[in-house]
Nanobody, 122 residues
Framework: QVQLVESGGGSVQAGGSLRLSCVAS????????MGWFRQAPGKEREGVAV????????DYADSVKGRFTISRDNAANTLYLQMNRLKPEDTGMYYC???????????????WGQGTQVTVSS
C-alpha cells in the first residue's frame, strides 16, 4: 500500500508563506503522479498543484499560479508545496495525493493523506 503523511499547515496572515510537506512510504512505484489538493468548508475538493514524480512536469490551478510551487525530493520520498503571498481564500484542508494519472481532478487519485489545515486571516 501507499502511505502519505502531510505536515506544515498552520495559521498565517494574508501575504505570509507556508511550506507543506508530504512524506510518502510503501509502494512508491505507484506514485507516478502526486499533487496537492484542498477543500474549504462547504466546498468540493479541488486540485491545487500536481507533478510527475519522474520529471519536472507540473500543473497549477489558475488561482495559485505565480504564488505556489510544487516540488519533490525523490531521495527523501517527500513532496512539498511552497505557498507564498497567501490569501484568505487559500484557507482550507490541504491534502497530498498520489495516483496513475496527471490531472488536477481529485477523482483521478487513489491514495490520500489525512490532510493539514491552512488558515489565512485578513
Amino acid at each position: 500500500q501507499v502511505q502519505l503523511v502531510e505536515s506544515g499547515g498552520g495559521s498565517v496572515q494574508a501575504g505570509g508563506s507556508l511550506r507543506l510537506s508530504c512524506v510518502a512510504s510503501g509502494y512508491t512505484y505507484r506514485m507516478n503522479y502526486m499533487g496537492w489538493f484542498r477543500q474549504a468548508p462547504g466546498k468540493e475538493r479541488e486540485g491545487v498543484a500536481v507533478m510527475y514524480t519522474g520529471g519536472t512536469v507540473t500543473d497549477y490551478a489558475d488561482s495559485v499560479k505565480g504564488r505556489f510551487t510544487i516540488s519533490r525530493d525523490n531521495a527523501a520520498n517527500t513532496l512539498y508545496l511552497q505557498m507564498n503571498r497567501l490569501k484568505p481564500e487559500d484557507t482550507g484542508m490541504y491534502y497530498c495525493a498520489a495516483g496513475p494519472i496527471f490531472s488536477l481532478d481529485p477523482h483521478k487519485y487513489n491514495y490520500w493523506g489525512q490532510g493539514t489545515q491552512v488558515t489565512v486571516s485578513s
